[in-house]
């Protein structure tokens, strides 16, 4: 049985239903990492997509949800994109 190797972003586990993005490691090494972990590197946390980060309010120390895992997060972000765009 294979290795299930984990996340890039968040290190939980790959399952086989998920969907996930191909990015490439050290060495060649062929990784994956889920599709709301990238979108959230892209777009975001909520935070900063409320513009409440330290992007738009210096000083600001408003990032991910507190108490939420990196994959919540990612998670949070991404539906909060997937809302606001209607994509």
Do not use: N, Y
Request: hydrophobic share 35%.
């Amino acid at each position: 049985m294979a290795q299930v190797k984990p996340c890039v972003f968040c290190d939980e586990p790959i399952l086989p239903d998920e969907q996930v993005q191909p990015i490439w490691g050290g060495e060649a090494e062929r990784r994956q990492v889920h599709r709301e972990c990238l979108l959230r590197q892209v777009v975001g946390s909520v935070a900063h997509q409320m513009e409440e980060c330290s992007c738009f309010e210096p000083g600001s120390t408003r990032g991910d949800p507190p108490g939420m895992t990196k994959r919540e997060a990612a998670r949070a972000a991404a539906d909060l994109w997937q809302m606001t765009h209607q994509f």
